[in-house]
């Protein structure tokens, strides 16, 4: 065990943090749990488990006692590294690694790696799904558990969600498999540019850190190009595209290696609508390939699957009106993604909330493409309407709440009500699985 006997420093009583201290105590670390923050007396009861576990904790502030004693710090994901106390450990020369790292290090299981700015969720649920029919494995990282939670399991893999904030904390990571669904520009301020953002999801792709497998899209320009400097052996996906890769032909999934062809799975069999889920479909075929599944697993894996929540998840059928809950769209690339999944119907689309103020050009393109009706709430609504309408998208009515939006989509009695809001949550919602709960909740009420 690489912590033991070592005097560990844990920042942020999170849930990643809270599962790093305990099992760098249990692996036999002294462990100091430190939260910057003042806490709410909801925190109390963590602080006394931590307590009971022999863990010693501190909050509203990282004081020196700690941070000096500290051999390695173990960093949450909310922390940026431009942070005062990121830039006072690597001064004191103290290592600094994330939770993702911790649960590398201390487990024996291979890991596969799946970031990228969108799809990564569905990716990762669908993968391990797929891989959990044969092997024992489980989803961890940003879709459900911390790793360090199950570092101590008999598993064979872990299929691991990691964001760009846990993989630039990372510095002996090598997984099994490394998987890049897509890169848009996101988490700038956080990373301190659009390059470092790139850097740190491409630190698990090279060397120190190279997988022995590399999957990446052959539809992302900026991947295809990477795909030249990645290392280990590379697999490009959504193209039909050197001997290995993944695509689409004929209205069929085919998985290629050596030049050698093999049908998978028909489009029309895939419960899974839009290209791009059809892309997050390949990623986990690749990954069930390489960890040895057969075709006929993977086809009845993928068959059966059903999409997570709030990632365009269909919700409920009624009087010829389809609705989608894709509350997961933060950004307005991730909610073009969805807005390209519809052709030639009716769509109304419901966006908005706090703006992360990205370029709405694109966006506002695929609106003009695939959608009839916009209906605008929170605090961009005025932003967007007028980036809309200088793109030539005039068709936008503006409500105050989720529920008036909804009842003026049913109104109005679109093919489709599809709730994608290329924003933020927390003007209105404490996150953005709570604005996807209160759409599906209303939804359900009034049909």
Not at 401 to 421: C, R, T
Request: some cysteine; proline content about 4%; glycine content about 6%.
């Amino acid at each position: 065990m690489i912590v033991t006997g070592k005097k560990v420093l844990v920042l942020g009583l999170s849930k990643s943090g809270i599962s790093a201290a305990k099992l760098a105590k249990r692996h036999g670390a002294e462990v100091y749990l430190s939260e910057g923050k003042d806490i709410t007396e909801d925190k109390l009861p963590q602080i006394k488990d931590l307590n009971d576990l022999g863990i010693h904790t501190e909050y509203s502030g990282h004081s020196e006692n700690f941070i000096n004693m500290a051999e390695l710090a173990v960093t949450s994901p909310g922390i940026p590294p431009h942070s005062d106390i990121i830039k006072t450990l690597r001064a004191k020369n103290i290592p600094v690694i994330s939770e993702l790292e911790l649960a590398y290090r201390e487990s024996n299981t291979p890991f596969i790696i799946i970031t990228g700015t969108n799809g990564k969720t569905t990716t990762t649920a669908l993968t391990e799904h797929i891989l959990s029919k044969k092997l024992k494995t489980k989803a961890c990282g940003n879709i459900g558990f911390p790793p360090c939670d199950m570092a101590d399991e008999d598993l064979d893999y872990f299929v691991c969600e990691a964001s760009s904030f846990q993989l630039e904390m990372t510095k002996e990571l090598k997984p099994f498999i490394s998987v890049w669904t897509n890169f848009t520009p996101d988490h700038i301020d956080w990373h301190q540019g659009l390059e470092n953002y790139f850097k740190a999801k491409a630190k698990v792709f090279r060397q120190p850190q190279a997988p022995k497998y590399s999957i990446l899209n052959a539809k992302d320009p900026k991947l295809l190009e990477f795909a030249k400097e990645a290392d280990g052996e590379i697999f490009m996906f959504a193209g039909n595209i050197g001997a290995n890769c993944c695509y689409e032909k004929n209205n069929e999934i085919i998985f290629k290696r050596n030049n050698i062809e093999e049908p998978v799975i028909k489009l029309s069999e895939c419960p899974l609508i839009g290209e791009h889920n059809y892309q997050n479909i390949m990623c986990a075929i690749i990954c069930a390939k390489l960890t040895g599944i057969d075709n006929n697993t993977i086809k009845q894996a993928i068959m059966e699957f059903k999409a997570p929540e709030h990632r365009l998840e269909k919700i409920a059928q009624k009087n010829g009106i389809t609705f989608y809950n894709d509350s997961k769209a933060t950004n307005p690339e991730a909610a073009i993604v969805a807005i390209n999944s519809f052709n030639n119907t009716d769509v109304v689309l419901i966006a908005g909330g706090r703006d992360k103020n990205t370029d709405l050009k694109e966006f506002c393109n695929s609106v003009k493409k695939h959608i009839k009706t916009v209906i605008l709430i929170g605090e961009a609504a005025d932003r967007f309407e007028e980036n809309l309408k200088q793109n030539g998208f005039t068709n936008i009515l503006r409500e105050k709440s989720m529920e008036e939006a909804i009842d003026k989509g049913i109104e109005l009695h679109p093919d489709v009500v599809l709730l994608s809001p290329a924003c933020a949550s927390f003007d209105m919602f404490k996150s953005y699985e709570n604005r996807g709960e209160v759409f599906k909740k209303y939804v359900l009420s009034r049909i």
